[in-house]
Every structure is written in structure tokens, then in C-alpha cells.
């Protein structure tokens, strides 16, 4: 369904609502995180989505991108207090991954002032 993003919305939506406890609903959620964000630039969305993949799925394949892609949407939704949150919920389980370097950003200053 690439380069059909409302097609993809409803396919995914539906797929959800029809089979809500499966895997492929789990990816689903992640899948529309992705559309949120890259497709239609709704952050706020976006977070909803991979906040919920995440609750569904806290160990799946997409966690790590899931995580950090949170991190990413709270950012550019004007969200800085939960994105320093997913910050370091991501630097405790995913501490080597592609992510981190924008989640010490976050979370590095906070320690920092709160040191002082």
C-alpha cells in the first residue's frame, strides 16, 4: 500500500479492530505511528500510536525503532517532558541503539542541572 496512505490507514485500522490481540495488530500500531509521522507530519499522533505498540508489544521487533521514534515525535510536537521521559525509558532498555545519542541529549542536560 505504499504511496497510498489513506488506503494503508484503513487497512491498518481494520486490521486492529477485526484481530485486536495479534501480532500483526501489534505492527500495525507501529505501521501507523510511521504514517503519522512520516506521511502526514502529526506528532502528537505519531507518539499515540508507538506509545501503544509499545504497550502491546514492549519486547517485539519494532520496539527499539518504536522507542525511539517516541522520543522523536514528543520532540517535534513541542512535547519536551515526555520526550526527555522516552529518552530515558529508551536508554534503559536500549542503550547501544540507534537512538541514543539524541536520547543522552535529552536526558544528559537534565542530570546535568539538576546536579547543580
Do not use: C
Request: aromatic share 8%.
Amino acid at each position: 500500500l505504499s504511496g497510498a496512505e489513506a488506503r494503508a490507514r484503513t487497512t491498518l485500522e481494520a486490521l486492529r479492530r477485526r484481530w485486536p490481540k495479534t501480532t500483526e495488530a501489534q505492527t500495525a500500531a507501529f505501521l501507523l505511528g510511521r504514517i503519522e509521522a512520516d506521511g502526514r507530519g502529526n506528532f502528537r499522533e505519531a507518539a499515540t500510536w508507538f506509545e501503544r505498540y509499545l504497550r502491546e508489544a514492549p519486547r517485539g521487533p519494532y520496539a527499539s525503532e518504536a522507542a525511539g521514534r517516541l522520543i522523536v515525535s514528543h520532540t517535534k510536537s513541542g512535547q519536551g517532558m515526555r520526550a526527555a521521559e522516552a529518552a530515558r525509558r529508551y536508554l534503559e532498555r536500549h542503550p547501544h541503539g540507534p537512538y541514543r545519542d539524541l536520547a543522552r541529549s535529552l536526558v544528559e542536560p537534565a542530570t546535568v542541572s539538576s546536579a547543580r
